[in-house]
Nanobody, 115 residues
Framework: QVQLVESGGGFVQPGGSLRLSCAAS????????MAWYRQTPGEQRELVAEISSGGSTNYADSGKGRFTISRDNAKSTLYLQMNSLKPEDTAVYYCVFYVRGGRFWGQGTQVTVSS
């Protein structure tokens, strides 16, 4: 069973930066898209950013200009660079890898932005 392990979350002051990583426990063939979602208590999980197998990216308006998604296909690893963080970015961040016929979710990593 493949596991996605996220890291890089934590506590940061407004205006700070964090880099999230999501690594697969083993190589996953035929990954199509990868994405980051986030969720706050009582809210639905929302898309933060996604990246296709070819490297095309799409961002939610909330992160445009501040977040950068990237991937290392050889390592089956996904990244999210988050700059100029705001308190409203506080959430649990989840990664997801899409493959033909299914998807894999990470366990989530907490990001807290507060002064």
């Amino acid at each position: 069973q493949v596991q996605l392990v996220e890291s890089g979350g934590g506590f940061v002051q407004p205006g700070g930066s964090l880099r999230l990583s999501c690594a697969a426990s083993r190589s996953i063939p035929d990954i199509t898209a990868m994405a980051w979602y986030r969720q706050t208590p009582g809210e639905q999980r929302e898309l933060v950013a996604e990246i296709s197998s070819g490297g095309s990216t799409n961002y939610a308006d909330s992160g445009k200009g501040r977040f950068t998604i990237s991937r290392d296909n050889a390592k089956s690893t996904l990244y999210l660079q988050m700059n100029s963080l705001k308190p409203e970015d506080t959430a649990v961040y989840y990664c997801v890898f899409y493959v033909r016929g299914g998807r894999f979710w990470g366990q989530g990593t907490q990001v807290t932005v507060s002064s």
